[in-house]
């Protein structure tokens, strides 16, 4: 990956970067790092990882000087593998997953069940549970996906059936 250089007349600069609408970042994004924006690219992405190569170009002087003398830096490219792999890894393994603090709320015939996501796991009726599909089953007694019971993600025709 080469780098490119700052523009003052494009988002050349940190405050320019907030003025810059998704359109215009995700053309910088791609002609800067050479490569599509990401499917998860919001536009505070994008501005995160462009400020980022800003202060990266910043720093070049300075990570070359300490690789002489023998301090080992990473290089543009390798903290841009970094934040790719977090994205994908962060955003396909629980894409689902709602913050600590949020309350689910399910009716299941007739009763209402209540939900806190905890930090790591869940609290439903005083009891913690490290999956929602647990409380899924405790509910209804038969195995559920716990994210489509509780509406997070879509739910297969045969549990709709059910519902």
């Keep these: 990956m080469k780098p490119e250089a700052a523009e003052p007349h494009d988002s050349g ?3 320019n970067l907030a003025s810059l609408d998704r359109e215009t970042l995700s053309q910088r994004f791609e002609r800067v790092f050479e490569r599509p924006v ?5 536009a505070t992405l994008l501005r995160l990882a462009l400020g980022w190569q800003l202060q990266m170009q910043a720093q070049m ?3 070359t000087a300490k690789s002489r003398t023998g301090v ?10 970094t934040i790719e792999k977090l994205l994908n890894t962060q955003g396909a393994s629980k894409p689902h997953q709602p913050c600590a ?3 689910l709320i399910r009716e299941w015939k007739g009763l209402t069940h209540e939900v806190q996501v905890l930090a790591s796991g869940y609290r439903y009726q005083n009891q913690d549970f490290q999956s929602l599909s647990a409380i899924a089953k405790a509910i209804t007694g038969t195995a559920w996906s716990g994210p489509a019971f509780f509406g997070l993600k879509s739910r ?3 549990q709709l059936e059910q519902a």
């Design 156 to 158: 297969s025709p045969r």
């Design 101 to 103: 603090g949020t309350r």
């Design 13 to 15: 600069s940190l405050e």
């Design 38 to 42: 990401p499917a998860r690219g919001r």
């Design 72 to 81: 080992k830096t990473r290089t543009p490219l390798q903290h841009l593998q």
């Design 61 to 63: 002087e300075l990570s």
